[in-house]
């Protein structure tokens, strides 16, 4: 009976704690095409394309940049990631279609705890959020917990194993009913 009352709670706690979170969709990666290329495709819930993000191969300057259009095929930005710095810190400048600044993305060194942070900030500089990946568990799944500036989980991105084909799939969840990954 205590058994059975111990597994009634487990899994109504996971019910509840799992209730909390929207599927907003997934973002899947493929191999690298013979051009150096990289696309990922995202789609929404309903499994629809909204859009994709293309990254090429790093240049002269040691500059990678990903194109990201919507689904339609219409560039909607980039985002350029630099060398990383004599602090362990790698910069990712975003860029709306008309090239203005959009804000950056700024990766630490991994701490001691396997985690590394991502600290995003808007185009004049100021924190929005952040972005925590952990270490991949025993699934070889890695998840990334999002939160807004004021520190509060807004969603999650859970990457699984690449599978037999090369591609890998990031499902993406909000704690809100927010859909648009982009804001992310």
Known sequence: M??????LLTMFALTAANAQYYGVGTSTTGRTDMFGNTTTTHRNGYGQTTGTSTTGRTDMFGNTTTTHR??????VGTSTTGQTDMFGNTTTTHRNSYGQSTGTSTTGQ???FGNTTTTHRDSYGRVTGTSTTGSTDIFGNT???HRDSYGRVIGTSTTGSTDM????????RSNTS?????TW
């Open 110 to 112: 991994t701490d001691m």
């Open 2 to 7: 205590r058994k059975f009352l111990f597994t």
């Open 70 to 75: 919507n689904g339609y095929g219409q560039s």
């Open 143 to 145: 998840t990334t917990t």
């Open 165 to 172: 084909f090369g591609n890998s799939t990031t499902k993406q």
């Open 178 to 182: 927010n859909t648009n990954i982009w």
